[in-house]
């Protein structure tokens, strides 16, 4: 498998060196020092050559001069994943079919950044963590865990069952998504692009928000729609760790009211 | 100009179907019944042309078959995006030297599917509203303005001089953005991919925030980090116009403490 651009290059460099088999720099790149003393720490190879072959092995995307022989992705097993989601109160979202591989990316990059998020994909009809995928995470998957399932529907059954709230989003007939107290520790579901979440699925949820749009005619990208409801369950379980039930003014103090 | 895939023609149709001057349609599409029908209403002209040229037109990007030639984009001037943006409170959203098309369009879909923001660039070191652009959009810039001007730094103190408050987004030494109270009227500045928000920009700012991450040592894409603010001006909106000072246990009941 291989990872480009410098910045996908550096993180990996910075949080799982022994994922990386070699370095290739282009030779006419004489910025990339930092790279070079990094991959010398840890004993990986480092090869300058020609900006054409780099090109060639990279299908013509922009690398930024550099490319790394990677190890295959590594998948954990969901159990797994469920197991410790549930111990650090990490919070499984759920992706059901989604189909594109710069949303899968996206979606891992800010779910790794923000750092208390795992996936889990369905097997069949579904993205997986491809090349195109790590180059729009830009180091993300270095910060969280994928799961493969073979039934995403059983997998949120599963989750429920340990105790996580599910919750869901759509794009009608549901509370808007500021208005929603959400319940810890919760799993999260986003739908494919084209089709959102199936009914089949929406039956699971103990939950549906809606993100509140003025143009109810319009749709939010799901990657960029992830990132409103990641964003939204780290800011309530800020809250939620700052307010004792028995003390709610101080959520009034603490938002400045 | 020329807008191609479904969605972002079908929003045309809906919401401004006088910038279109024809459709084409891939011969081999029958699903497209809708858009013939909305054509046929405002009588626009819809070919049937082969495949092969709808791809050739579209650099062989997906066009879902279906492809239309419109008017250039229609930027607004400055003052007057201003103006209106202060009268009905809406949030001018400053794009510091933004240069990758897929950030911007996914910028304008959010902003437009939210519903209360419009976005000033740059003319120059910036990305402008291009075909790639409306894409990704889908439909968003119909329901905002867009400006272009020569400074943005002088756009900014001017938005401060009519009574703004500017809000920007760094990725440390700042109040997390979960904790900062916002003030309405409100501008928003991001900055570019590579550099965020510039020195001499940054010195503007009334207040600057953090998205809260676990992982400092990643950053997160322009374009969500875009979302994720968008959403919270929205929320701490609908809080303030929900609770008024006098009455902030209101607050707290709505949120369901």
Chains 1, 2 share one sequence.
């Not at 989601?85 to 979202?93: H, L, N, S």
């Not at 989003?169 to 810890?184: G, I, M, N, R, Y």
């Not at 799993?187 to 939950?207: F, Q």
């Amino acid at each position: 498998m291989k990872l480009y651009g410098k910045n996908p290059v550096i993180e990996r460099l910075k949080s799982n060196p022994k994922s990386i088999k070699r370095v290739m720099i282009d030779e006419n790149h004489v910025d990339l020092t930092y790279i070079r003393k990094k991959c010398h720490q840890h004993g990986i190879g480092v090869q300058a050559v020609p900006h054409s072959k780099i090109q060639r092995l990279a299908q013509n995307l922009n690398t930024q001069g550099i490319l790394a022989d990677i190890d295959d992705f590594a998948y954990v097993q969901f159990d797994d994943l469920l197991q410790n989601a549930f111990e650090k109160r990490r919070t499984p979202v759920f992706l059901d079919n989604l189909n594109d591989p710069q949303n899968l990316g996206g979606i891992i990059r800010t779910c790794g950044a923000l750092g208390v998020f795992d996936i889990v994909l369905p097997t069949t009809e579904s993205v997986s963590v491809t090349e195109s995928v790590l180059r729009v995470a830009c180091g993300g998957e270095n910060y969280l865990s994928v799961a493969r399932v073979a039934n995403i529907g059983n997998a949120i059954e599963k989750a429920k069952k340990m105790g996580f709230w599910i919750l869901g989003t759509v794009v009608e007939d549901a509370v808007s998504l500021t208005e929603q107290k959400l319940q810890f520790p919760l799993g999260l579901v986003m739908g494919s692009e084209e089709k959102g979440v199936r009914d089949i699925i929406l039956k699971k949820l103990d939950a549906k928000v809606m993100v509140p749009m003025k143009n109810q005619r319009m749709s939010l990208n799901v990657a960029h729609a992830t990132s409103i409801l990641c964003y939204e369950i780290v800011r309530q379980k800020k809250l939620r760790r700052l307010t004792p039930r028995s003390l709610p003014w101080i959520s009034l103090l603490k938002q400045g009211f």
